[in-house]
């Protein structure tokens, strides 16, 4: 079984400014990746980012990356240069590589509310 | 991503009414996946459908809850006889293939029983 552990509620960040949201998981599995999704108050689920277990490099999509730490089993995301249009709710999510039933499921955490200040 | 399609975005039902929520995955897209989240939850998996098969449904309630994806036509949720804890946001996603990667998701139906 997986689980992503989220602990920040709420985080307020200045514009402009980097913010990291913190994400934790749980797994027995070897193998699997790593995903954050961000859904703003109009409700959709935005994917933002992915990072497998076995990737070498921390992914970046623009503005977003993940730091990922195996041993630790962290996969935190930060945003460089916080724009009002940050401000949402951001969801880490994983899910196992193997064939067979479940393998297809992601795990989500609570998420995060972030603020972003002007 | 705007490419799954979900409708109705809002729907509202009396207890003992029911549900359909309707999901048209991205085109190409022949894996659909529907998902549930409470209030100040995360999303949790309920179903995975291919075109006329149920792959997994170990995340659906046992009773009231049905989905299918035929041939032609969206992947329909049904729920039966709602209750007010069917209250939720229902996400549908797709993807080309049970993918190692994002499976994309819809804008989700709002689902308020009164």
């Known amino acids: 079984a997986q689980k992503i552990t989220q602990t920040q509620p709420g985080m307020f960040v200045q514009e402009k400014e980097a913010v990291t949201l913190d994400c934790t998981y749980d797994t027995s599995d070897p193998s699997y990746g790593l995903f954050w999704y961000k859904q703003p108050s109009s409700g959709e689920m935005i994917f933002l980012i992915y990072?497998?277990?076995?990737?070498?490099q921390n992914a970046t999509e623009g503005r977003y990356s993940l730091n990922f730490q195996k041993a630790r089993k962290s996969a935190n995301l930060v945003i460089s240069a916080s724009q009002l249009g940050d401000s949402a709710m951001y969801f880490c999510a994983m899910r196992p590589f193997y064939s067979g039933a479940g393998s297809y499921q992601l795990t989500f955490g609570k998420g995060t509310k972030l603020s972003v200040i002007p | 991503n705007a490419g799954v399609m979900q409708n109705p975005r809002h729907l509202v039902r009396r207890r003992g009414q029911e549900a359909r929520l309707r999901c048209s995955p991205m085109k190409g897209h022949s894996h659909v996946y529907w998902y549930r989240q409470l209030p100040e939850e995360g999303l949790k998996f309920m179903v995975y459908l291919q075109k006329e098969n149920i792959i997994d449904e170990s995340g659906m309630p046992k009773e009231r809850f049905s989905a299918e994806f035929p041939k032609e036509g969206p992947s329909i949720l049904r729920i039966q006889q709602v209750v007010r804890g069917d209250s939720a946001a229902y996400f549908c996603?797709?993807?080309?293939?049970?993918?190692?990667?994002?499976?994309?998701f819809g804008q989700g139906t709002r689902l308020t029983v009164v």
């Open positions: 990072q497998g277990s076995y990737d070498q």
């Open positions: 996603a797709s993807s080309p293939q049970a993918s190692n990667t994002e499976a994309f």
